[in-house]
């Protein structure tokens, strides 16, 4: 079974600190993707990564960066906390498409619930 | 732009049925369904590619037309276990499995 998990299901933080989201998946999966979700809002994509190194923005990037040094850790970084940024972080990791267009799908970790004070 | 969701809310008796739908104003590739119950991550339900069959497993089945840009998951005789909220999560052509979800549909079922 593909396995994704994340370093913590509840975290608390203040504003202004510098918050790190750990995310590891086991399946040696190229992919790998960051999203908030929010009551009324569903997933929104915040950053995803093709490969080692590589990222992309999402829909929603501003106020976050992220890191992908090892192939199955990816990181989530809030450079400044606010309050906004309270809000349920699901990592998900997926091999790459055979060609453009892929046919399997993304599997989830167990998601972190940041509450910025 | 999210695609959106049909109906936002629907609560069930045990053994009735249901349908969801999942629109896109973006041509799709594929169209993935998830079931995600309170707390937990987002489960994979199935796939709907563009040029794919219906696809289904036991009482819970998937459509995609093409033309109108729309899936819909079909829930029949539904069980307690099937209570949570669905996602359609949408891929555009070239998309490269990154993913669009909708807002989400909350299904409750009850004795």
């Known amino acids: 079974d593909v396995k994704v998990t994340q370093s913590s299901r509840y975290l608390v933080k203040r504003t202004g600190e510098k918050v790190f989201l750990e995310c590891v998946q086991d399946?040696?999966?190229?992919?790998m993707f960051w999203y908030r979700q929010d009551p009324g809002l569903g997933l929104r994509l915040i950053y995803f990564?093709?490969?080692?190194?590589?990222?992309e923005k999402g829909d929603i990037p501003e106020g976050y960066s992220v890191s992908r040094e090892k192939k199955e850790r990816f990181s989530l970084i809030l450079e400044s906390a606010s309050t906004n940024q309270t809000s349920m972080y699901l990592c998900?990791?997926?091999?790459?498409?055979?060609?453009?267009?892929?046919?399997?799908?993304?599997?989830f970790g167990p998601g972190t619930r940041l509450t910025v004070l | 732009q999210q695609p959106v969701q049909s109906p936002q809310a629907v609560i069930l008796r045990e053994g009735e049925d249901a349908v969801i739908n999942c629109s896109s104003s973006?041509?799709?590739?594929?169209v993935h369904w998830y079931r995600q119950k309170h707390g937990e991550a987002p489960v994979f339900l199935m796939i709907?590619?563009?040029?794919?069959e219906q696809k289904g497993h036991e009482k819970i089945s998937a459509s995609f037309n093409e033309k109108k840009q729309q899936s819909s998951l079909y829930l029949t005789a539904s069980q307690l276990s099937y209570s949570g909220t669905y996602f359609c999560?949408?891929?555009?052509?070239?998309?490269?499995?990154?993913?669009?979800f909708g807002t989400g549909t909350q299904l409750k079922v009850e004795l």
């Open positions: 998900a990791s997926s091999p790459a498409p055979g060609d453009s267009y892929s046919t399997d799908t993304q599997y």
């Open positions: 399946m040696d999966h190229e992919n």
């Open positions: 990564s093709y490969d080692v190194k590589m990222k």
């Open positions: 973006k041509a799709l590739y594929s």
């Open positions: 709907l590619l563009k040029g794919g």
């Open positions: 999560g949408t891929e555009r052509m070239g998309g490269g499995n990154k993913l669009t």
